[in-house]
């Protein structure tokens, strides 16, 4: 299970046991994307699916993007928000986990409200409607890759919809930073907040998180 950079493992078990929980898809999902040792730390961690399910379900939302889909828990997690005629366009850059992600989606009875594209996502951003009618994005992929994930995304987003980015920060990286990410988060959260288009909250949720509100 994804660990969070915030709480104490206790303090986390805590929140957990009092929030929305885990029913079987997810457990098994998460059992299958554990075995991704070197890479299961970038499945959406079950506090994070709670969240956006709920966000999801109060913009009553209808359209969304997930960017960085990998084995399914991000679009899962939107698409149970919908109602059976809501729609997401699951964007990533490689079908390596296609097989782990359609079996979750197949078994949770959303898998017609999601369609993955494999690509690389920007692409797949500008080829879509240009009329702002989205209602919620999640991007969680290359942190190089945000800005420009924004700014398609934003256009496309109608007024009071929301844009959610992940690992805001980057294992406290933000302060110390280390990789090149690093360096790229910090200079994407430092242009968000400043951008007149949308009002940003972070929350201390995971890894953070930033919800942009498109004004």
């Known amino acids: 299970m ?7 493992p206790p303090l986390r078990d805590y929140m957990l046991a009092h929030s929305q929980p885990l ?21 959406t961690a079950p506090e994070q699916s709670a969240l956006i399910t709920l966000l999801v379900r109060l913009l009553g939302a209808r359209n969304a993007v997930d960017v960085g889909s990998f084995t399914g828990m991000s679009s ?14 699951a964007c990533d850059v490689t079908d390596k986990w296609t097989e782990v992600a359609r079996e979750a989606w197949q078994t949770a009875g959303v898998a017609d409200r999601i369609e ?23 991007v969680d992929a290359d942190k190089e890759g945000y800005q420009d994930y ?4 934003v256009v496309r ?5 929301l844009i959610a ?23 994407f959260n430092a242009r968000l907040v400043e951008d007149e288009r949308v009002e940003v909250v972070v929350l201390p949720i995971a890894d953070g998180m ?5 004004k």
């Open 2 to 8: 994804k660990e969070s950079t915030l709480l104490a």
């Open 23 to 43: 029913d079987a898809v997810q457990r098994r999902l998460i059992e299958r994307t554990s075995a991704l040792v070197e890479v299961a730390h970038w499945q």
């Open 76 to 89: 899962l997690a939107i698409a149970r928000g919908m109602g059976p005629d809501g729609r997401v366009v």
């Open 116 to 138: 993955l594209r494999v690509a690389p996502a920007i692409e797949t951003l500008r080829a879509l409607p240009s009329e702002p009618y989205l209602d919620f994005s999640f």
């Open 150 to 153: 924004f700014e398609e995304l």
């Open 157 to 161: 987003t109608r007024p009071g919809g």
């Open 165 to 187: 980015f992940d690992n805001f920060f980057r294992s406290g990286r933000v302060l110390k930073p280390v990789k090149s990410a690093d360096h790229a988060v910090i200079e």
């Open 210 to 214: 930033s919800l942009a509100y498109r």
